[in-house]
C-alpha cells in the first residue's frame, strides 16, 4: 500500500532531491551526517513517537553550529538557534522498499487492480443508488447503517445474478 508522501515523493523531483531534506544527507567516515556545508550532526537522544501505539521511536540529532552558514536560510529557515532533525532509520528504508515495490510492473498491476477493484462497489453505491453521506452518528450507528447497505448491496447483487440465470434459461 502507498504511504501518505508516496506521491509527492514520487512525482516531486524538486522535493525527492531537496539536498536540505535529512533523509538527502551524505555521511561520513564515523557514520554522523553532513549537512549540505559540511557541517556534522551529533547524535542528542532517542526518543518515542508520542501517542504511537506500536512503540516507534525517533532519532534526534543536533547540528554541531549553524554560526556563519550560508544555507541557513533554506535549510532551516525558522530555527533561532542550531537545526535538529528527527529521523527514523528504520521507516526510511521501508518506504524506499515499498517505493521499489510500487514502481515494479507487478506492483503497478496490484495497484491498478485494487483500485478498480475499490472503487466498482463505491462507485455503484454513490452513483446508481444515491448513497453520498452517513446519516447515523456515534461509532456504533455508523457500524449499523455500513452494514445495512453491505447488506442491501449484497442482496442487489443477488437479485441481478438470479435475474440473468432466469433470462439465460
Given at each position: 500500500?502507498?504511504?501518505t508522501m508516496?506521491?509527492?515523493?514520487?512525482n516531486?523531483?524538486k522535493?525527492?532531491?531537496?539536498?536540505?531534506?535529512?533523509?538527502?544527507?551524505q555521511r561520513?567516515k564515523?557514520?554522523n551526517?553532513l549537512?549540505?556545508?559540511?557541517r556534522?550532526?551529533?547524535?542528542?537522544?532517542?526518543?518515542?513517537?508520542?501517542r504511537?501505539q506500536y512503540?516507534?521511536t525517533e532519532?534526534?540529532?543536533e547540528?554541531?553550529?549553524?554560526e556563519?552558514?550560508?544555507?541557513?536560510?533554506?535549510?532551516?529557515?525558522k530555527?533561532?538557534g542550531n537545526r535538529t532533525?528527527r529521523?527514523?532509520?528504520?521507516?526510511?528504508?521501508?518506504h524506499?522498499?515499498?517505493?521499489?515495490?510500487?514502481e515494479?510492473?507487478?506492483?503497478a498491476?496490484?495497484?491498478?487492480?485494487?483500485?478498480?477493484?475499490a472503487?466498482?462497489?463505491?462507485?455503484?453505491?454513490?452513483?446508481d443508488k444515491s448513497?453520498k453521506?452517513?446519516?447515523r452518528r456515534?461509532?456504533?450507528n455508523?457500524?449499523?447503517?455500513?452494514?445495512l447497505?453491505?447488506?442491501?448491496?449484497n442482496i442487489y447483487?443477488y437479485?441481478?445474478?438470479?435475474?440473468?440465470?432466469?433470462l439465460?434459461?
Amino acid at each position: 500500500m502507498k504511504f501518505t508522501m508516496f506521491k509527492k515523493e514520487t512525482n516531486d523531483k524538486k522535493y525527492h532531491e531537496n539536498p536540505y531534506r535529512a533523509v538527502n544527507f551524505q555521511r561520513d567516515k564515523f557514520g554522523n551526517l553532513l549537512c549540505p556545508n559540511g557541517r556534522r550532526f551529533r547524535f542528542k537522544c532517542k526518543r518515542p513517537v508520542y501517542r504511537n501505539q506500536y512503540g516507534r521511536t525517533e532519532e534526534f540529532y543536533e547540528c554541531e553550529s549553524c554560526e556563519g552558514c550560508q544555507h541557513k536560510s533554506e535549510c532551516c529557515p525558522k530555527a533561532s538557534g542550531n537545526r535538529t532533525i528527527r529521523m527514523n532509520e528504520e521507516l526510511t528504508t521501508i518506504h524506499q522498499e515499498v517505493i521499489s515495490n510500487l514502481e515494479s510492473i507487478q506492483g503497478a498491476l496490484l495497484r491498478m487492480n485494487r483500485s478498480i477493484q475499490a472503487e466498482g462497489t463505491f462507485g455503484i453505491l454513490k452513483w446508481d443508488k444515491s448513497y453520498k453521506r452517513l446519516f447515523r452518528r456515534g461509532e456504533k450507528n455508523v457500524i449499523l447503517e455500513l452494514t445495512l447497505i453491505s447488506c442491501g448491496y449484497n442482496i442487489y447483487k443477488y437479485h441481478n445474478k438470479k435475474q440473468r440465470k432466469e433470462l439465460a434459461a
